[in-house]
């Protein structure tokens, strides 16, 4: 009994401090994007990276210089975007994020000031 009321009180600080948290404005609750593993070495990366802006079919317009997603210029950085535009295009007609290991999805925003990833039901 004692347990359940110190759950009930603690509660609603905890749901606060959640709503609070710098990012969890409550848009991206429940959105994914498909992002590079940090862990995969840039020839992996690379590879998957021109197949996603080639052969996938990847919208990978915004990372080319001087658009708003170029920078940070890294293939990391890059290879996100390719494969979270392929991901969001077909995710939902069988797509997959997995680029040989070299992806995985997360629910963490990876947009930065003028670049806004986009994240798709």
């Avoid at 990012?23 to 994914?32: A, F, R």
């Avoid at 925003?109 to 806004?116: E, L, R, V």
Wanted: charge should be negative; include cysteine.
């Amino acid at each position: 009994m004692i347990m359940r009321t110190a759950l009930r009180r603690l509660l609603p600080s905890v749901l606060i401090l959640v709503l609070l948290t710098p990012g969890s404005d409550g848009d991206d609750l429940e959105k994914q994007w498909c992002i590079a593993d940090e862990q995969t070495p840039d020839d992996i990366l690379q590879a998957a990276l021109d197949w996603a802006c080639g052969p996938g079919g990847a919208d990978c317009k915004m990372i080319q210089p001087n658009k708003p997603c170029y920078l940070p210029n890294t293939i990391k950085d890059h290879a996100s975007y390719a494969f979270n535009s392929y991901w969001q295009r077909y995710k939902n007609h069988g797509g997959s994020c997995y680029f040989g290991a070299a992806a995985m999805v997360s629910d963490l925003n990876p947009s930065h000031g003028a670049c806004q990833i986009e994240s798709l039901p």
